[in-house]
């Protein structure tokens, strides 16, 4: 049986490969699965190399209905990443195949990676950087994180990582907010966490960030109206989804000074190729790269591997893997 592998950096080490072969699967040759993220792969090109695959493990490629039905013997599809919004999941069961995801994988990298986000927007660590390299000697006046609020949107695994870190490490407030009733009580009494509702939270927050699936409900969360409840003072970081936030009402807030500034990891189209925000010198921008560490990268391959053996070789998945059974 053949597995297709197109997620970005999955033969950066060899053991995932090993994984899959030891299980006498055969790894199928493709120009993927390299530096380069597979979201720009073509629909046609998509079909092509699905040919002769019972298996996939993708990053962000698109995997719609019409790759999905020109795909028979396609039997499960293994997103690296908590994400899944680039696969039609309802056209996948309709198929039988099953779509798996890697929880936990990268929890710590992206929770490191938001900190370290909070930490530039509240020091102007970019300014202060670019104020350098072009021949100026200014020290930019920030902010204190101790004792500031933090408003989390979105409180999983990723969430309750950020708010680990802010609490024991900078002693900031933290606000949780929950789209489903899903708390969990005893991480509450353990790290005096306060849920609120959506508009009390970007009212409260000196930071706001986005920890959310995208999904029907979450897609453009944060649009104009949102963000005319942030204080002016407050930064926005999202490592998310980009679709969540109307990115045409962020660049204007930004622009405007309406908030102080963001940071922003994810964008509605990526690869990013031109964006009214990269002009902007209070926003931050990256390449989706929060979960790129060694570490994360490696652990969610070798889950992403382990999750096709399980459903080619009949195996039972782990609870919350399979996202549509």
Same mark, same amino acid.
Request: glycine residues 10%; contains cysteine; negative net charge.
């Given at each position: %049986?053949?597995?297709?592998?197109?997620?970005?950096?999955?033969?950066?080490?060899?053991?995932?490969?090993?994984?899959? $072969?030891?299980?006498?699967?055969?790894?199928?040759?493709? +120009?993927?699965?390299?530096?380069?993220?597979?979201?720009?792969?073509? $629909?046609?090109?998509?079909?092509?190399?699905?040919?002769?695959?019972?298996?996939?493990?993708?990053?962000?490629? &698109?995997? !719609?209905?019409?790759?999905?039905?020109?795909?028979?013997?396609?039997?499960?599809?293994?997103?690296?990443?908590?994400?899944?919004?680039?696969?039609?999941?309802?056209?996948?069961? $309709?198929?039988?195949?099953?779509?798996?995801?890697?929880?936990?994988?990268?929890?710590?990298?992206?929770?490191?990676?938001?900190?370290? *986000?909070?930490?530039?927007?509240?020091? &102007?660590?970019?300014?202060?950087?670019?104020?350098?390299?072009?021949?100026?000697?200014?020290?930019?006046?920030?902010?204190?994180?101790?004792?500031?609020?933090?408003?989390?949107?979105?409180? !999983?695994?990723?969430?309750?990582?950020?708010?680990?870190?802010?609490?024991?490490?900078?002693?900031?407030?933290?606000?949780?907010?929950?789209?489903?009733?899903?708390?969990?009580?005893?991480?509450?009494?353990?790290? #005096?966490?306060?849920?609120?509702?959506?508009?009390?939270?970007?009212?409260?927050?000196?930071?706001?960030?986005?920890?959310? +699936?995208?999904?029907?409900?979450?897609?453009?969360?944060?649009?104009?109206? $949102?963000?005319? *409840? %942030?204080?002016?003072?407050?930064?926005?970081?999202?490592?998310?989804? #980009?679709?969540?936030?109307?990115?045409?009402?962020?660049?204007?807030?930004?622009?405007?000074?309406?908030?102080?500034?963001?940071?922003?990891?994810?964008?509605?189209?990526?690869?990013?190729?031109?964006?009214?925000?990269?002009?902007?010198?209070?926003?931050?921008?990256?390449?989706?790269?929060?979960?790129?560490?060694?570490?994360?990268?490696?652990?969610?391959? %070798?889950?992403?591997?382990?999750?096709?053996?399980?459903?080619?070789?009949?195996?039972?998945?782990?609870?919350?893997?399979?996202?549509?059974?």
């Amino acid at each position: %049986m053949g597995v297709l592998i197109t997620a970005r950096h999955f033969f950066m080490d060899n053991a995932p490969r090993k994984l899959i $072969e030891s299980a006498g699967l055969e790894v199928l040759p493709t +120009p993927h699965g390299g530096s380069t993220d597979d979201s720009g792969i073509s $629909e046609e090109e998509m079909i092509g190399l699905l040919e002769n695959a019972e298996a996939i493990i993708a990053g962000n490629a &698109r995997l !719609g209905r019409r790759v999905i039905e020109a795909s028979p013997r396609l039997k499960v599809i293994s997103c690296r990443g908590v994400g899944y919004d680039g696969v039609d999941v309802p056209a996948a069961t $309709e198929k039988d195949i099953t779509v798996t995801i890697t929880p936990g994988a990268v929890d710590n990298a992206v929770a490191d990676y938001t900190l370290g *986000l909070i930490i530039a927007l509240a020091r &102007r660590t970019l300014q202060s950087d670019h104020s350098l390299r072009s021949g100026l000697w200014e020290a930019f006046v920030g902010m204190d994180l101790y004792g500031k609020t933090l408003g989390i949107i979105g409180f !999983g695994r990723i969430g309750k990582a950020v708010a680990r870190r802010a609490i024991g490490g900078f002693e900031m407030k933290v606000l949780g907010m929950r789209r489903d009733r899903n708390r969990d009580a005893e991480f509450v009494l353990q790290w #005096g966490v306060q849920y609120v509702n959506l508009q009390e939270l970007l009212r409260s927050s000196d930071f706001v960030s986005i920890h959310l +699936p995208l999904t029907d409900q979450t897609r453009q969360l944060i649009g104009a109206p $949102e963000l005319e *409840l %942030m204080k002016p003072s407050a930064y926005l970081i999202n490592t998310a989804r #980009g679709a969540i936030v109307d990115e045409k009402a962020i660049y204007e807030a930004l622009g405007s000074h309406r908030i102080a500034g963001a940071a922003l990891d994810v964008f509605t189209e990526e690869p990013l190729r031109s964006s009214p925000l990269t002009d902007l010198d209070n926003v931050i921008v990256t390449p989706h790269m929060a979960g790129y560490t060694w570490e994360a990268q490696v652990g969610s391959n %070798m889950q992403a591997a382990q999750n096709v053996i399980d459903v080619l070789t009949g195996r039972p998945v782990p609870e919350g893997v399979a996202v549509n059974e």
